[in-house]
């Protein structure tokens, strides 16, 4: 009732056509951002943050960042400051998506617009604030990607077939449980490699190894010791598991550098230390999950919607078919040739 009041109180200024668009509606001024991050130690997060740090010192943008310390507990603590701090912007990288819904009620009723980004809250959630959006990737096309390289190493790599039997026989690390990215490239990357025509079999069980070089690598081990010589393809989830396999494969002689045994491993973000391997020859692919982009797009929908702007004025973004969300592209990243 009370919009219908506003709206014919307007009904015959120009401030119309400003209403009745989808645009946050926060009065021009200096930004305040508040920044919450999943947790600083990860390496594809800390590319973005970097290039988020870069992109709003660059606008003389003031802003906090908070570490989320990968506890949901603790994050809700960090908003509560911040929204008693009366920051007229928030960007929240959710170390819970599950837990967005409570994070999106105390937002609006604080009234500042929110960017969520790179762990992705239901569309329900993004949609029940009309100052809310979520900024990410397609997470089903990072698994199909890695799908399309398991299909060009079958083709050109005939060796991998160890055993000759026709399968290729895999393990997989997945990032979490319940996360939408981590069970999107679970799925998609043996989908989209059988779909192309690669008959897969995986051996033992999906390990959750929580997008963690130490954790994939125990597992990794577990998983030689019970499986010797049965495993021709690792699967990762993100590139600081697939690390993980790497060292744990290096342990017994597998992908050193120069060494003759070598067994194909394929991650997803193109981090530092995943291009690196790739060109050392220790491991086949990644797949580009670009940080900078997606930390460029963060500040400069923010920066709009702090500014009473429309969020995608002045960029080249769109959203996708949710209306809700921007989609920054994946690539696949097979290195340079030696
Ligand atoms: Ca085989």
Do not use: C
């Not at 988020?52 to 908070?66: I, P």
């Not at 779909?195 to 597992?219: R, S, Y």
């Not at 030689?224 to 002689?253: F, Q």
């Amino acid at each position: 009732m009370k919009s219908v009041v506003f709206r014919s109180m307007l009904a015959s200024t120009a401030l119309t056509a400003v209403l009745f668009s989808a645009i946050p509606q926060a009065a021009a001024a200096d930004p305040n951002i508040g920044i919450l991050i999943y947790k600083y130690d990860d390496t594809y997060i800390s590319t973005v943050r970097n290039a988020l740090d870069k992109a709003l010192t660059a606008k003389a943008a003031k802003f906090t960042m908070q570490d989320g310390k990968g506890d949901q507990a603790t994050q809700n603590d960090q908003l509560d400051v911040m929204i008693a701090r009366q920051m007229n912007g928030l960007v929240v990288n959710m170390v819970d998506a599950q837990a967005a819904q409570g994070v999106v009620n105390k937002i609006k009723a604080a009234g500042v617009p929110v960017v969520f980004f790179n762990r992705e809250p239901s569309a329900d959630v993004i949609k029940s604030y009309d100052k809310a959006i979520f900024v990410g990737t397609n997470a089903a096309d990072a698994g199909k990607m890695q799908g399309d390289i398991i299909k060009k190493l079958w083709d050109e790599h005939p060796e991998y077939d160890v055993n000759k039997d026709g399968k290729f026989q895999y393990v997989l690390f997945k990032g979490e449980p319940d996360n939408p990215e981590a069970i999107a490239r679970s799925e998609w990357s043996v989908k989209q490699a059988e779909i192309n025509g690669v008959k897969m079999e995986q051996i033992g069980q999906t390990f959750v190894a929580n997008w963690d070089t130490a954790q994939a690598q125990a597992a990794m081990e577990s998983a030689l010791a019970a499986n010797a010589g049965k495993i021709e393809l690792v699967i990762a989830n993100n590139d600081s598991m697939a690390m993980g396999a790497i060292a744990a494969l290096s342990s017994i002689g597998y992908n050193l550098e120069g060494g003759n045994k070598f067994m194909p491993v394929v991650g997803v973000d193109a981090t530092e230390q995943a291009v690196d391997a790739i060109k050392r020859g220790i491991m086949s692919a990644t797949v580009k999950q670009d940080g900078e982009a997606m930390g460029n797009a963060v500040s400069a929908v923010i920066l709009n919607a702090v500014a009473g702007k429309p969020w995608l004025e002045g960029t080249d973004y769109k959203f996708d078919d949710s209306g809700i969300a921007v989609r920054i592209p994946y690539s696949p990243y097979l290195g340079e040739k030696k």
